[in-house]
């Protein structure tokens, strides 16, 4: 029996082209429900069904839509455990503390958050000139599609994450792929989100999922005239097509690529608390079998003693802890590859390298060592992303080819620097941070970058490749929600036509505005 | 004689691949002045120079690119004869009341609100989290590259208009593409810029000029790893292959493109004031030989004896209106090809069609009409933009017709809708709105599109194929700058290392900052 694709409000069978099954990383054995990969006909359906909810949900009051988004967070607390067991047996990542009491509060919180933010409107920007009789904000675009990743089943999920939180709570209804590791995940995410949508008011078209497509299907998806945009998180390969095909029709496409996260630690940081910062990084770089987003990849240092005491530290530490498992056969085998193309570039083993056990997706937790002039001679190569428990420590003569190879990084999401707090790198640390700050969307100081908190002032986003857009951030609201926003004016606009969020009354009495030059949550004065 | 490029402060003899020269529209004659068409060198050393530029702005005070602007908008005042006799020459507009006494103020005006929302810092979006101890602005990205238009020759010129004002004013050095058509003017506003640059100490190459580049060179550019962004106003054409190569090597760009700007006039509106809403239309058609962005090219009416009234009176008034001259032969070409195309599609030639005059550029006042069914039955062809002094009416048989052909249109940057100030068409108004509404940047109500106010809350922008982005404007100080910006946040950044914008201290006491969810200009509290 093939599970059932949701299109418009109704789970139906999938116009399949094949089916396809999640594997169990932790068994390697395949998990016995069989998912449809969709047709065009799926993705046609999806996109009338969707581009008509659009056009229901402008004329829907925003406390609606903050509603259905506050119902689907109940019902994730309440059908945790059932979230929890799909996701663990698809994604082979832990059911606690990792995902039944971090990820999955993290979650329905963030849409929480989504929800207050789309009733007070405070993500859309309105702004009025009262001379001019000009008035403007963001409102909703159309359809949006989420790709969600594998890596994070609840967080990022394609019909539960940031995205979908966000492209919601612009008042758009979403289209979801699932990650191909966790279609049952999200097919269970789906129910919940239909029925929260069935007791709210709100289309049932709100959330559509569909499981798989061909590559070809995928590109005509993100570049459909009904579509308003698309936010994807995967891999740099997959994203780009997609980005390629949206491109060429003028569609926006936010996506969240690889990043090696690169983290500078500077010698008086290593003096005054090496010890600390090799459990720091122990914990950043395996957490999750290091299959985070922001995981550090890259350490870069500068050599000597106290360096050498930390890579001799964090390589027995390395051998030591155990191997957890990946999330599935495909991200072991990219792993394998990365750290392969890496040793074939001339980065030495410390640790790891090779698989650990037949029987689950997992290999050693490895560990790899360069020169900075290794880095600098092939720049490209020694990026090669190795998704997984695996990280490359740089180790450069001094600080101008640390500066030099900072120079060579792409577009990252994060970039952290350690100095000394009693002030002996505060130097080193401007040369640094001045060369590191554009190349990041994230700079963090004296501190790991896993860990992305929900908050109004993170930027989880950066240059390209590590985002399509260096303006937008996948996490924090209300900032996300802009992605999926289009800037709308009303120009000598009659005042009873103008949109609640422009009217002179302030809909909430606290939705901040910009009147004339000042931000305020007053009415426009008579 | 060959003008020189202005490279890294320096007028210097281009490393050219061949000449060209302006005409002047009004004679047909070329202008004396030879200008280069530059090789990818001249680009390579711009490239080059505005980098080094970008990185010296980064620690300049936002007070000191203020002062390089309010000095720049002083000297274009000064300059006003000069700049003015220029631009008449290469453009054939007027030179009062448009090019003296409307165009330059309405630039050096935008370029000192630029220049406040840079000192300000208002267009940032500081938000501060002190529970997470994480704040984010947006920062400068790079040098930018602006291709100005023909058809403003000052106030959206490659070195003078709004997307250099907001690329500077977000803290990033320009490298201008002048408009072929209006060299020495663009070339005369470097030379003032250079001064401003000189007097103030910001960096020389913070305003670089080229005339031209092969068309590989101009792709070349925009995706250059040293470019940050780039702003383009102009034909469709040119603008989408620059998009596909900028968006190809993952670097934003911002295009305006063409737009035929709707205007639906309701019936309740044509009967309660026909008269008065033929000269609104007569003005914004014409004004400038119809050569504005937001030019009605399109007018919808439903049929009646109001509507056979107005297109009337509409062409009674082309016939008789002199015809003004067009920006360049390549316009007058360009609309005479449109003309034919629609007329070929079937539409019906009501005036005009014809060149006027052998020694100008010149076409007679154009209208064209043609039935909602025809409009419908090919969308794309009948919104072919006739650039210039034609627009089209379509006639709808009745209101579902109108709507239809409302829904066939392609993203513009404005939409008007006229109705009966009465309210009888109240109930119109709300179908054609919602339909509308989607498909534009700016609705008006009772207006025409022409006159693009700089306020805050101004949209110039739209959905594909108006502009590249539906959530970004070109004009609106400080909305417009946000395109040039990067966003950062800074996590656990030690204090003394923040930017100003995001130190517990307000920077300038009047800066609006997002402290804790609530926009305020006080300090962070101890």
């Not at 129910?191 to 069935?198: H, N, P, S, V, Y």
Request: charged share 20%.
């Amino acid at each position: 029996m093939t599970a059932k694709v949701l299109i418009n409000g109704a789970w139906r069978s999938s116009d399949a082209t094949g089916t396809f099954q999640a594997t169990n990383p932790n068994t390697n054995e395949k998990l016995p429900t069989e998912f449809p990969i969709s047709s065009w006909a799926d993705c046609d359906a999806a996109l009338d069904a969707a581009f008509a909810a659009a056009r229901e949900m402008r004329t829907l009051p925003a406390a609606v839509i903050a509603e259905f988004l506050e119902s689907y967070a109940d019902k994730i607390d309440a059908a945790s455990d059932s979230l929890v067991e799909a996701a663990a047996s698809e994604s082979g990542l832990a059911k606690s503390p990792r995902l039944a009491d971090v990820e999955l509060p993290r979650t329905s919180n963030q849409i929480r958050l989504s929800a207050q933010s789309c009733r007070r409107g405070d993500w859309a920007l309105a702004t009025i000139d009262t001379a001019a009789g000009i008035r403007s904000c963001y409102e909703p675009l159309g359809p949006v599609c989420v790709f969600g990743p594998n890596n994070f089943p609840f967080a990022f999920g394609s019909v539960s994450g940031g995205d979908f939180a966000a492209a919601i709570a612009a008042g758009n209804p979403v289209i979801g792929k699932a990650n191909s590791t966790v279609p049952e995940t999200t097919r269970r995410f789906a129910q919940l989100a239909l029925q929260a949508a069935q007791e709210t008011g709100v289309p049932d078209a709100i959330v559509q999922l569909i499981y798989r497509t061909g590559h070809a299907d995928g590109e005509r998806l993100v570049s459909d005239p009904r579509v308003g945009a698309t936010g994807y998180t995967g891999s740099r390969s997959a994203g780009l097509k997609l980005k390629a095909a949206a491109d060429a029709a003028g569609k926006p496409i936010y996506l969240e690529l690889s990043s090696v996260n690169p983290v500078v630690i500077l010698p008086g940081a290593l003096k005054s608390r090496g010890a600390e910062i090799v459990d720091e990084f122990m914990t950043s770089a395996l957490m999750g079998t290091g299959q985070f987003c922001t995981n550090p990849g890259v350490v870069i240092a500068i050599k000597g003693q106290a360096t050498d005491d930390f890579i001799k530290a964090v390589q027995d530490r390395f051998q030591s802890s155990p191997a957890g498992t990946l999330l599935s056969p495909a991200v072991a085998s990219s792993l394998n590859q990365s750290v392969k193309t890496l040793c074939d570039l001339g980065a030495e083993l410390l640790a790891g390298g090779g698989e650990v056990e037949a029987d689950r997706c997992a290999m050693a937790n490895t560990l790899l060592k360069a020169t900075g002039k290794q880095f600098i001679s092939d720049p490209e190569g020694f990026q090669t992303e190795a998704f997984g428990n695996a990280s490359l420590l740089v180790v450069a003569d001094d600080l101008a080819e640390l500066r030099e190879v900072i120079k060579t990084l792409e577009g990252n999401l994060t970039g952290c620097v350690y100095s000394d707090p009693g002030g002996s790198d505060d130097d080193a640390y401007e040369q640094v941070a001045f060369e590191l700050i554009p190349k990041v969307g994230r700079v963090l100081n004296d501190k790991m970058p896993t860990g992305v908190a929900v908050s109004a002032a993170m930027n989880h986003g950066g240059p390209y490749p590590a985002t399509g857009h260096p303006g937008f951030t996948a996490v924090g609201v209300p900032a996300c929600l802009l992605r999926f926003g289009k800037l709308t004016s009303y120009d000598n606009v009659r005042p009873a036509r103008l949109p609640k969020l422009l009217a002179d009354k302030n809909p909430t009495g606290e939705t901040p505005r910009q009147i004339d030059g000042a931000w305020t949550t007053d009415d426009v004065k008579g």
